[in-house]
Each structure stands twice: as structure tokens, then as C-alpha cells.
């Protein structure tokens, strides 16, 4: 079940189609679910501070769905760029309303290669 899930994600993600032309929902790019990648990939021993080419560290909402009145599910695409070349991505998952981004904390899935 979980190997259906991130193959689903990784579709998601890779998938230029599947982004959303406008944004829906609170626009959480800027914040919540990148530190949390950010602090998640630390403390799993694949990312450390001083490696980071903050800069351009890039997220892009990939998902959003209205599940509450004021409550949406996201999926977010977090890119990290180390110092050395090497890029790290994963996907984010969370929910946020328009006053928060950190409704739920994150869901996150590396995505360790991609294919052509």
C-alpha cells in the first residue's frame, strides 16, 4: 500500500501537467512544509545546514483540495540544491487553512532519482 502511495506521489510530481494553474488555498511555498522538509532531511542524516545553497532552495505547490470549510490538502515539491551540485527533492504533505500553514505536520517522501 505505502509503495502505491509514493509511486503516486512521484507521478504527481514529476508530472508537469498535474500542476495546478492557480493557486488554491493558502500558498504555504514560502514557509511550513520547506523548514519542515528542511528539518525532516537533517534529522534523517541526508541533509545538513552548511551543505545548502539556500538561495536556491525552491518549492512549488503541486496540489491543493478544500476538505474543510477553511482546511486544505497540499502537496508541495521541495528542491534543496547543496553547495556541490547535488539536488535533494522530495514531496511535502500537509494541511493548512488561510490563518495557518501548519495545520498538520508534514508528510515527507525523498524522491531519490528521476526518469526520463
Keep these: 500500500m505505502r509503495t502505491k502511495i509514493v509511486s503516486l ?29 528542511q528539518g525532516l532531511l537533517k534529522n534523517a542524516g541526508l541533509l545538513k ?3 545548502i545553497d539556500f538561495a536556491r532552495t525552491k518549492t512549488v505547490q503541486l496540489a491543493s483540495e478544500k ?6 490538502h497540499q502537496v508541495y515539491l521541495v528542491t534543496f540544491f547543496k553547495k556541490s ?3 535533494i527533492r522530495a514531496i ?3 494541511d ?5 500553514c501548519s495545520i498538520t505536520g508534514v508528510t515527507l517522501y525523498v524522491i531519490s532519482d528521476k526518469l526520463k
Excluded at 476538505?67 to 486544505?72: E, F, R, T
Excluded at 493548512?96 to 495557518?100: G, I, L, M, Q
Aim: hydrophobic fraction near 35%; include cysteine; glycine fraction near 12%.
Design 96 to 100: 493548512a487553512s488561510k490563518e495557518e
Design 67 to 72: 476538505i474543510g470549510s477553511d482546511l486544505w
Design 49 to 51: 545546514n552548511e551543505e
Design 9 to 37: 506521489l512521484l507521478a504527481l510530481a514529476l508530472c508537469g501537467a498535474c500542476q495546478a494553474k492557480e493557486q488554491h488555498g493558502p500558498d504555504c511555498s514560502g514557509g511550513w512544509p520547506t523548514s519542515m522538509a
Design 92 to 94: 511535502a504533505v500537509h
Design 85 to 87: 551540485g547535488e539536488t
